[in-house]
């Protein structure tokens, strides 16, 4: 039996919201819109699975990160690019002296629970994440939100455990200066 | 014992959630974040993250709709 034409349509509008999250993990925009189409599709000829179990944006979201874990492990069979992002992972780091002191030390977050629950600051979260650089993104995105291990996101990026900690780690660090500035309310550390 | 820079520190939480910490490196990240207050600030918050980013997509939804 076909879906209904009202799911189709309801799936349908979920489009635009699914193409900007798998962007933001994927940062390509013809692999996004393949792995967007490739749910829609698998939602569509799934539609009695979901027969109403869950919020159809969550159900959705579901089914995305599967595609976009199968459509991480073909990419990464392709040959590797050469990389600017793991140059320069030298010593230097802005937010520490020499003797690897705070410059400016962090703030507590005020209510980051009460954060959680509101919708604009999962807007501000996703524009921190499109200011991180391309791979930095990537890696950081398999790990947190798609839950890979370490292990397997060096191997699909092609680059060793190190590296692969210590891009975790910048996007973790300018993620935190980020929500601390555009939401927490810390003060620019240049106008202290 | 030389305290650990704050740098390090930072390193060190951020991997502790990737991979599980050497029994020395646990030490030395316990004591310094004892005394440190704006390195257990950013334990917390790259704790927060984790959170947040487990539930974008799903938490983005009207719970109303």
New interface residues.
């Given amino acids: 039996m076909p879906p209904p034409t009202d799911f189709r349509a309801q799936i349908e509008g979920q489009r635009d919201y699914l193409l900007r999250f798998a962007t933001l993990q994927l940062r390509d925009s013809h692999a996004a819109e393949d792995v967007v189409q490739e749910t829609l599709l698998a939602a569509l000829t799934g539609a009695a699975s979901f027969a109403g179990r869950s919020n159809l944006r969550t159900w959705l979201t579901g089914i995305l990160k599967h595609k976009i874990v199968d459509a991480i492990r073909r990419s990464s069979r392709e040959p590797a690019r050469p990389d600017d992002e793991l140059e320069g992972l030298s010593e230097f780091d802005p937010l520490f002296d020499e003797r690897g002191h705070w410059r400016d030390r962090p703030s507590p977050w005020d209510s980051p629970e009460g954060a959680l629950e509101q919708k604009e600051f999962f807007a501000v979260l996703e524009g921190c994440l499109e200011g991180l650089p391309a791979k930095t993104a990537r890696a950081f995105m398999m790990r947190e939100h798609l839950g890979l291990e370490t292990g397997a996101i060096c191997k699909e990026l092609d680059i060793t455990p190190t590296h692969c900690w210590v891009l975790l780690y910048r996007a973790r660090m300018a993620l935190r200066q980020c929500l601390a500035t555009r939401w927490f309310g810390d003060k620019d550390p240049e106008a202290r | 014992m030389i305290m650990m ?4 520190a ?2 060190l939480v ?2 502790g ?3 599980e910490l050497r029994f020395g490196e646990r030490v030395a990240l316990r004591l310094h974040l004892a005394i440190c ?3 257990e ?2 334990e ?3 704790e ?16 109303k ?1």
């Fill in positions: 820079s704050c740098k390090d930072t390193r951020s991997q959630l990737d991979r207050a704006g390195c600030n950013v917390r918050q790259m927060l993250l984790r959170e947040a980013v487990r539930k974008l997509g799903a938490e983005q939804d009207d719970p709709r």
